[in-house]
């Protein structure tokens, strides 16, 4: 009876784990032991750099619509006719150009341009001087500048040229190519009326003799000042009065020879930063002359007026 009872729990048994896979046994110190399987984990997220901001295009031709400098809008006629012709700056790449009104001389100046700073920054290239520091807002079609004079290393804080400060804000327009002027041809000089008539003074000598020195005169948009020396040599120094000039154009400085013939002084330039003075003859007519001041009509018949320098 006990045979029969084991021989039925053997077939349970086996019936139980029929279709089941077998049961692997491990043998402490003779069957090697592998660690459990584990799921593959997914890679770590990787940090991507910040997209590159594009630079922005500034090229195009732009339309000066207004102008601040010591906190007074200058009027428009003054910027077309004395600043830049048809108020038109050009930018093409890292360069600004715009004609010179009158002459149309062409004056490019280079500029570099921070679009990532708040407010994005605008640094202009001078060839002898160190050029101005500014900021500038770029919406659509408008372009607001605020631009120091050379030399201060400042940038303006704000889009701001009160009085006394010496910045300079300037608003642009950019133009359809359609809406672009056509260069005219450049003014002819006046007419040479006083320059004809008979000088006050005509001992060459004595005229030589109290011009040597250095002189200043100045117009609507410059200083001048001019050094004459004993040996006929000179030199001379051209700077801008008004901020766009000081900003936007350098110092022209010149040199050469000098003499008098008939109460005619003659200046002959042999070297000068500004190309188009190198080898260019002018004449002034001296109408009087004392130890302080000299008035004379040069070859274009404007009357000038310098002053003795110390």
């Known amino acids: 009876m006990r045979k029969k009872w084991a021989i039925w729990l053997g077939l349970l048994a086996s019936s139980q784990t029929f279709g089941q896979p077998p049961v692997q046994t491990v043998i402490p110190g003779v069957d090697p032991v592998f660690p459990a399987a584990t799921q593959p984990q997914p890679p770590a997220p990787v940090a991507l750099p910040n997209p590159i901001q594009p630079k922005e295009n500034l090229d195009g031709s732009w339309q000066i619509t207004a102008l601040i400098e010591d906190g007074v809008q200058v009027p428009e006629d003054q910027v077309r006719l004395r600043y830049a012709n048809e108020r038109i700056f050009t930018i093409k790449g890292q360069a600004l150009t715009f004609l010179m009104p009158g002459s149309l001389q062409s004056r490019s100046i ?40 050379p030399g201060i290393n400042v940038r303006p804080a704000e889009f701001s040229a009160k009085r006394g400060s010496p910045f300079m804000l300037m608003m642009l327009k950019k133009l359809a190519p359609a809406a672009i002027p056509p260069v005219p041809a450049p003014n002819a000089p006046p007419i040479m009326v006083e320059a004809l008539k008979p000088p006050v003074v005509t ?56 003499k008098i013939d008939q109460g005619v002084i003659l200046t002959t330039t042999t070297t000068s930063t500004d190309k188009h003075k190198v080898n260019q003859i002018s004449s002034y007519r001296i109408r009087t002359i004392s130890q302080s001041e000299v008035i004379s009509v040069d070859q274009f018949g404007r009357l000038r007026r310098e002053w003795r320098l110390p």
């Open 110 to 149: 280079l500029f570099i341009t921070d679009s990532s700073a708040n407010p994005k920054t605008i640094d202009l290239i001078g060839a002898e001087k160190t050029g101005g520091k500014g900021i500038y807002s770029l919406t659509g079609d408008n372009l607001v500048l605020c631009i120091g004079e």
């Open 203 to 258: 001992n060459d000598d004595q005229i030589r003799a109290m011009f040597v020195g250095s002189w200043g005169h100045q117009d609507e948009d410059y200083n001048y000042t001019y050094t004459f020396n004993r040996d006929g040599t000179f030199s001379s120094l051209r700077t801008f009065k008004e901020k766009f000039g000081k900003i936007f154009h350098e110092d022209v400085r010149s040199s050469g020879n000098w």
